[in-house]
């Protein structure tokens, strides 16, 4: 193979693969079988098509649920990279920095992100955790109270709009019957402490469940306290078997989160429990205050039609001491070392479904439309005072940014013929940005300035079922993503105002899968994926927390995933997620490697892998259950492989593999049900980079995770 071609897989060999792979598996299912009633269900999701469930097996896409029991076993229920190392084609990272929230990418996208989420749309109890402009967070995601995760990647992921590379939707749990108390506590390595209370039941018609939470860490590394607040309420009303009313309420508080920066290579060998010495001279810092309210109305209309009506609103605001030298910030066209935001966003959107017949086969119609605003005050301020820095100081940057968002949508399912479905989907996106400039003096104009993106985005899927426990399916899509405000807000080069000068990205995907249940208890989902995107967002340079972006050429990302899930008997059960995932810049382009750098000034070739992407991940787990004791534990395997930090790849994260252990025990006492808990992550005590900041500028490109760390927990829940 000639240097510096990217590997492929050959489409055909892996169609290939997948259908004998299916078909002897499928055979194996059948001198196992039992009869038909018996079979084991596959779990039902609403991802797919909005607001219609569908099974998971019968989805012509890469879906994944993760129930509650697993949320809850998988550590002390904070952040969403416990439970997302499980689905094959996510790579989700703990930055052990709570002041940037964690690193999630699926299928490479997302992966650029040098703080939060974005790439990705996020929903909560059918809320957006995104931002019209793509960026989202998921710290306000209540896991103790969630009643399952679905991760959607590939193709119908386009479905959801802008910036949708895959989708992450976190349900709470409905209230009742019965109405229960519940209190749990968590401590561990590293300061770790969790306490939280839960209420849930059912008064009437009303059916609720509220939950609330407080978590604080004096953090693995040096200046990485974080103390976090959250509080989640779902309260579901029933009018009739036609009409539901849902409420949701959820707040989530982060007061002086430290930032430790990222670490060379040289500091984390030496110790990689150290902060970058800049943020000590500058307290880097953030403080997050996020409070957010949600309705959704359902209406049943008769002869198979109903109407869905969501709405939200909400506030954060956003606080962060950078370390931006003091020299850089004193000409006037330089916005500041501290970034303050006060962010209102709300949207709504409405759909109509419709179950009917087309040529005497079911046919499910979707259509709607949905509506997003976010209105952002961002000021700017120097982070010293005189000789004193990690302060606020004078006043360097005053707008007003906007984003609005209108799509609209349709989608259908069609069973064609008895072994044959074909699901579709088009869906219309305009998002306009727009900034008004309250900071004109000398030497600083008026910035204000406004730019619209628009696609039409369509997807196609078809599944043959080959038999009631082997589906092969094939689906393709068009998306596309806008920059987000935080992309935007610093120009490339070193002038003042918004980037206007930035495209949005579009891409082609398609996969081909196959998902079967075989052995009675068994199930097997694997896929073969490939996305093509051009005018790809690229970080162009990265220092003391302040990023800058241009548009590059083309990018390929092929691959492979595949979950594997069972039980053997006598207690025992066994999983597997595997992903192979090649992605490669397809064209040159020029960046910058070091600060401060107005014009791009080095080669990139074509053919450099896309930095903060993994080539294989996999995780394992051999758990083993006896329920007559109330006793569960397990081994679990987790496997990163290299993540290239930069453009150029010029230097990467080593692959590391980890072993964790865990264990419970519940008894169940009259109206009491006591669990107590113990997990130790890093068995072996390995030194490795948990996550990795893409190009940043002075080389602190390294986060590092901790050795060998425990966790402990005990609960109590009272049924009344």
Sequence with gaps: MPAGRPRRIAAGHALAFLIASGCTLQALGQTASEPAGERSLSPVVVTVTHGVEQSAFDAPASVDVIDASTIQNAGPEVNLSEVLVRVPGVVAQNRQNYAQDIQI????????????????????????????????????????SASRIEVLRGPFSVLYGNSSGGVISLFTADGGPQTIADISTTWGSNGVQRTGVKLSGTEGAAQYNISAAKFSTDGYREHSAATRENFNGKLKYTVSDDTHWTFVLNNVNMPGVQDPLGLTRAEMLANPRQATPSAYTFNTRKSVSQLQGGIVFDQRLGAGQSFQITTYYGTRSTEQF????????????????VIDLSSRYRGLDARWIDKSRLLGKPLTLTAGVSTDQL?????GFQNFVGTTLGVQGALRRDELDTVNAFDQYVQGQWEVAERWSVSAGLRHSRVSFGSQDHYIVAGNGDDSGSVSYQATTPALGVVFHVTDALNLYASAGRGFETPTLNELAYRADGGTGLNFDLHSATSRQWEVGMKTEFMSNWRLNAAYFRANTANETVVLSNFGGRSTYQNAGMTQRDGVEAALSGHWGKGWSTYLAATYLNATYGSSFLTCVAAPCTTPNTLIAAGNRIPGIPRASLFGELAWQHQAWGLETALEWRHVGKIYVDDRNSDAASQVSLINLRASLTQKLGHWAVREFVRVDNLTNRNYSGSVIVNESTSRFFEPAPGRNWLAGLGAAYTF
Excluded: E, K, M
């Design 375 to 379: 209105s952002q005050a961002r000021l």
């Design 322 to 337: 950078q370390s931006i030298p003091v020299a850089t910030q004193r000409p006037l066209t330089q916005p500041g070392g």
């Design 105 to 144: 990418s699926s299928r490479g996208f997302g992966a650029r992100s040098t703080f939060g989420v974005r790439g990705l749309r996020l929903y909560a109890d059918g809320i957006p955790a995104s931002f019209p402009d793509g960026q989202g967070q998921v710290s306000n995601f209540d896991l103790a």
